[in-house]
């Protein structure tokens, strides 16, 4: 029998909105509670059959032989999803699978040969897409995570927990000094903003000269500054990103610090507006063998929807790949 995610979606579902309604919760904090019931012995007082069905359920699917991790996360986005559309906080956002999935593709291409791989998102939020990644990547993957959101950072511990994936979380500000020696590669969904902290940006090389630095630039010089020599760094990143004020310094600073190996520009159809849209961005942090490539890679990414068009750009990709001899 081959496991139902929509059947285990309408089960946790089922379960989140009543512990929602008995233990006047929001949705996502209900979810953190839903998690943990799946994963524990311990019996809730739950107000009807059809509950205690739904959990009953979700033991048994989740558990079985034949649920893989990938499995187990996409159920749990799908409520992320639904509590996130409900809620009035910006960085409530989850990162779109296809997404993801490029992500998981290029680091696989850049690290073909690599056995074991320790991987972080300094933004990771309930960890969508740094355990997507990691389901993705055919290597022993150890990840981190760092989250100020104490929501999002419980739901992130319950979700890798289900999903038997190893991470280790930071519950802090991404951006005040981590213990956590470098990695191999970052993944991470930019946030876009302005970081309130003038003390802690000062000691950045991109603070702003004047007034608030941006926290999307910091984030990229702090992923640097955890990124080993010759490791690769994976950004989401808004369009605007190296047309905005303070981008001169930025380009200075990976000029100084890194090669730009790939951009490439999400579908507009994934985004609300125009000034909305983001692309992935492909860095290699320099290293005493590291070169910039013969050609960046520049493409626009078509909608995943559209079979043929993503082949032909996956196949772009590849030839890029050989002609730069990366893999």
Do not use: C
């Not at 150890?142 to 999002?152: Q, R, V």
């Not at 970052?186 to 946030?191: E, F, K, Q, R, S």
């Not at 992935?280 to 013969?294: F, S």
């Amino acid at each position: 029998m081959s496991f139902d995610i929509e059947k285990a979606f309408s089960d946790l579902d089922q379960l989140t909105s009543t512990i929602e309604e008995t233990e006047n919760e929001p949705y996502l904090e209900s979810l953190i509670f839903a998690l943990r019931a799946i994963q524990t012995e311990e019996t809730l007082d739950l107000p009807d059959k059809k509950t205690a069905d739904s959990l009953a359920a979700l033991k048994e699917s989740l558990y079985s032989d034949d649920t893989t991790s990938e499995s187990i996360r996409k159920v749990i986005q799908l409520a992320l999803i639904k509590g996130m559309k409900g809620s009035t906080q910006h960085q409530h956002v989850v990162t779109p699978d296809s997404v993801a999935m490029f992500m998981g593709y290029f680091i696989q291409k850049l690290m073909p040969e690599t056995k074991q791989l320790r991987l972080f998102d300094p933004a990771s939020g309930a960890a969508n897409l740094l355990t997507a990644v990691i389901n993705q990547v055919e290597a022993d993957v150890t990840g981190y995570g760092s989250e100020i959101d104490p929501t999002l950072i419980q739901l992130a511990v319950e979700s890798a927990n289900l999903q038997e994936v190893e991470v280790e979380y930071f519950h802090q500000d991404s951006l005040t000094p981590l213990l956590l020696e470098p990695v191999d590669a970052i993944v991470a969904d930019l946030p876009v903003g302005y970081y309130p902290n003038d003390e802690q940006a000062a000691k950045f090389e991109l603070n702003a000269d004047e007034g608030h630095a941006y926290a999307h630039h910091l984030f990229i010089e702090q992923s640097m500054m955890y990124t080993k020599e010759a490791g690769y760094l994976l950004f989401v990143i808004p369009n605007f990103l190296f047309t905005s004020d303070q981008s001169d310094k930025l380009q200075k600073y990976l000029h100084n610090n890194a090669h730009i190996l790939a951009l490439l520009q999400l579908p507009l159809s994934m985004f609300s507006s125009e000034q909305h849209a983001k692309s992935i961005l492909v860095l290699q942090k320099h290293g005493k063998d590291t070169k910039p490539p013969k050609q960046t890679l520049m493409a626009q990414l078509p909608s995943f929807k559209d079979v043929n068009k993503t082949h032909n750009i996956l196949q772009k990709i590849d030839d890029w790949f050989k002609s730069e001899k990366r893999e």
